[in-house]
């Protein structure tokens, strides 16, 4: 992910987030769409694996720019 894509969030930060927002499928497609690293990892900690498509996952796998979203793809 370079620089120019991300705007430095502290995970700790979008983890105080998460526990606001909680699960928001809706958001979080938003989010993934921005192509910032920040946002996109945001949106895989708020994301609900079970609203996925496959289209939509393989999707997500393809264009993310933040490879700590990835840990969520695997697991």
Known sequence: M???NSFGVK???????????KID??????LF?????D????AGL???PNAFTAEEF????????C???SEYAIA
Do not use: F, H, P
Not at 25 to 30: E, M, N, V, Y
């Open 11 to 21: 995970v700790a930060d979008m983890k105080t987030i998460v526990k606001k927002v």
């Open 39 to 42: 946002a996109q990892y945001l």
């Open 58 to 65: 393989e999707e997500w796998v393809k264009d993310y720019t």
């Open 25 to 30: 499928q809706k958001l979080a497609r938003g």
């Open 2 to 4: 370079s620089a120019e």
């Open 46 to 48: 708020i994301a609900d």
């Open 33 to 37: 769409k921005t192509i910032n690293g």
């Open 67 to 69: 490879y700590m979203i």
